[in-house]
């Protein structure tokens, strides 16, 4: 089943159950994913999709933290819930072992020395983690292993 259909079943299903924070959750992603397809006047696919989804977790995250350091712990536990809604339709999280592991085994591939090949190596490791890792774990990750080599 493609993105955008469980999408569209999720919605179906948050409104039978009157699950008022689904329902605007993916409604929201449907809505983006939408306002995108007009800006590109193309329709995305599983990975536009994707990444559409990435986005609105980077913003979840960021709100969360925002929320948390300002006291409202009230919007920071809603904003959670709406972030383990989008994490379930994204493919499951790396961990940041797997991440340390495949930025070692691309530094030692790329041959790179040092933190003045970090754009070289995040650029070639990117494409392994779309959609599946927060780039800020990834950049961490690389800036640890080429500030060690």
Do not use: C, W, Y
Not at 50 to 74: H, P, T
Not at 96 to 104: F, G, H, K, T
């Amino acid at each position: 089943m493609s993105l955008r259909d469980r999408l569209t079943e999720a919605m179906k299903t948050a409104m039978r159950a009157k699950d008022d924070i689904t329902l605007a959750t993916v409604r929201q992603v449907r809505s983006v994913v939408k306002n995108r397809e007009i800006e590109l006047k193309s329709e995305l696919d599983d990975q536009g999709i994707g990444e559409v989804i990435a986005s609105l977790v980077k913003q979840r995250r960021e709100s969360i933290r925002m929320f948390a350091e300002a006291g409202r712990n009230d919007l920071a536990e809603k904003e959670e819930r709406e972030l383990q809604i989008l994490l379930g339709f994204l493919p499951e999280q790396l961990t940041r072992e797997e991440i340390a592991a495949l930025v070692d085994r691309i530094v030692v591939e790329s041959g790179a020395q040092g933190t003045k090949d970090m754009g070289r190596v995040m650029k070639l490791v990117m494409p392994h983690v779309a959609g599946r890792a927060d780039g800020k774990l990834v950049n961490e990750a690389v800036r640890d292993r080429l500030s060690a080599a």
